[in-house]
């Protein structure tokens, strides 16, 4: 579901929001020339090219309303390609208007279309490109214009599609860049209580015992299990399991402190791992939690639940050498201590320096 939502995201940004920027911007610039040429060009023709360039724009960014995006690229670089090419033609090469054709070969890449399709219009762009060049070599243009204006068309080209082509790419790294961490966050989150899932949790563990050394770091870890949730599964359905699993995960984010680490290792058990400068906060933070859950009243579909969880606590300071692998194991057996034990309880040990 999150997946979906995130790709329906990137089509939205990418085929909606980039496309509709680019329809908007090419809207005021082809206004603007349509003026331009009415009543300083004083040519009809270009300024009804321009007017109707102006009117697929608008129609393009319709198309896109009704999630049209790859109709509506296609009818707006196709008329853009053939109007740039007709201006071409009519102003001559030096007019620069043959320059829209290199923009537009860029945002053929940006569509929804399918590669082959891509590929297809690449080619036929560049065959424009290669055709207006040939016709254009060394034939005078049929409308004359100062060199005042041609300097202007030329330098106005030249800026505005660097201009376009560095907003698009822009646009389009901060589209790429926002659904690659979207992307690594689910990937390292649970789907159900969105805590860390056992892989990032793997990852950080492994970095926090490498460093804690060099900074001095005591570690708490708690393996935390919700206790007889089979039989809650068993009694009221795996959705109100789940949902348990969801307000255990509340209460967690609640009680541990943002900076510590809470990552849903598998199942109904959990585990914080924990920065800390003396072993009472571990016994202290694991024993407030398993008093919140005694004490919460689950609830769902308008029914409360009662619960309780089991507890292993370990603290391991700074200097004493051991592997995190040796540590989880520890801080393992001492949670099936607590459940071996009757439950509802926390079993704490401090790792002491022999």
């Known amino acids: 579901m999150e997946q979906h939502r995130l790709k329906s995201q990137y089509e939205t940004e990418q085929y909606h929001d980039q496309a509709n920027l680019v329809y908007l911007g090419t809207l005021v610039f082809t206004v603007l020339f349509t003026g331009i040429f009415f009543l300083w060009v004083k040519n009809p023709l270009l300024a009804g090219l321009n007017f109707f360039a102006s009117l697929v724009s608008l129609l393009a960014m319709q198309l896109n309303r009704v999630r049209r995006y790859a109709m509506g690229s296609f009818v707006f670089i196709t008329t853009i390609s053939v109007i740039s090419a007709l201006e071409t033609f009519y102003l001559g090469r030096t007019s620069g208007f043959h320059y829209v054709l290199f923009v537009i070969a860029g945002l053929i890449m ?57 907003i698009s790419a822009y646009y389009y790294s901060n589209i790429m860049n926002r659904a690659h961490k979207k992307i690594s966050s689910l990937a390292s989150r649970d789907y159900l209580t969105h805590l860390m899932n056992r892989t990032a949790f793997d990852e950080y563990v492994a970095d926090l015992f490498q460093d804690r050394q060099t900074r001095y770091d005591d570690i708490g870890i708690l393996f935390l299990d919700i206790d007889h949730f089979k039989r809650i599964n068993d009694t009221c359905g795996h959705l109100c399991g789940d949902e348990i699993l969801r307000q255990f995960a509340t209460i967690l984010t609640k009680l541990v402190p943002p900076t510590d680490f809470i990552s849903r290792y598998g199942g109904e058990e959990f585990v914080v791992l924990s920065k800390v400068s003396a072993p009472v906060e571990v016994e202290t933070l694991a024993e407030s939690i398993r008093r919140e859950v005694q004490e919460m009243h689950f609830v769902y579909e308008g029914e409360t639940r009662r619960t309780s969880i089991s507890i292993g606590a370990l603290y391991v300071p700074h200097n004493m050498e051991v592997d995190y692998h040796h540590a989880l194991q520890h801080a393992d057996r001492l949670l099936y201590r607590a459940k071996n034990e009757g439950r509802n309880r926390v079993v704490f040990e401090h790792m002491k320096v022999h």
């Not at 040939?134 to 030249?158: E, L, Q």
């Open 110 to 166: 940006y569509t929804s279309w399918q590669p082959k399709h891509k590929l297809l219009a690449e080619l036929s762009v560049i065959t424009l490109f290669g055709l207006v060049y040939f016709v254009t070599y060394d034939t005078p243009p049929p409308v004359k214009i100062t060199y005042a204006m041609s300097a202007f068309f030329h330098s106005f080209n030249i800026l505005m599609n660097i201009i376009g082509i560095a």
